[in-house]
């Protein structure tokens, strides 16, 4: 009768043992995306045309309501919030690449999410329009640095407008690894918005081109920056463990 009461007991506890081991945890994102300005980068690769990025239904696009369904257990409060600007922790970083007339930062934001496994992780998309800096412009400008003016002699080009789009995608295994595909698009200043004028282009005005930085996996550990970069793109991220009221006391995660 002993026996039966102390097997009953434990199937009762089990469950809740594993429910605790397999709580979700939350982390918060920050990354800086910046654009290498050497002429020189730009040349030491064959940068494509085109590039289409592919979203299925495990991506959610930062600053939208998402409409699709979360995995089990994940709180729709914490999961793929963009975070406010006062909790971002990479400002230094970000005003040293300000400052600098060699980089421009294209982007920096953060957002809160689930440490999920390879197989449940979700991924995060975005998409953001970055304005140019005119040429024969001077001083430091609202999208980052361009202190110098650019010349056809300068080894810095001038910043261009274009469009950022990005697939990042975080998951927990054993670490944290990270996957990202990020693409940036200029629009020259010569290019028209009239298409009749490309009946009339000349071999002068400068053809498409994408600049592209894609990493299929990278292994991270919390509360350490890491750099991710090719000659034109470069990201800084940095991950921090979420802890909430009711994590108080507990031990931080080793990832």
Partial sequence: MNKLFWLGLIICVLPISVQAEEEIRYYDVEIILFENLDRSARDSEYWPSSVELVRDDK??????????????????????????AKSLQLTKQAEKIEASDSRRVLLHTAWRQPGLSEEDAMTVYFKKMIPGVPPGASGTQATGAANTTATPQSPYVTPEA?????????????YLHVTTDIIFVPQPANQSADPLMFETSTPDVQQPVTYRQHQTRRRMRSRELHYLDNPVLGLLIFITPYENQTN????????
């Fill in 59 to 84: 991506t959610v696009s930062l600053g939208e309501r998402f409409t699709g369904t979360l995995p089990e257990g994940v709180d729709p409060a914490l999961a793929f919030k963009l975070l406010p």
């Fill in 162 to 174: 274009g469009e950022i789009e990005a697939l990042i995608r975080v998951y927990l295994s054993r």
């Fill in 248 to 255: 108080t006391g507990k031990s931080a995660p080793k990832n």
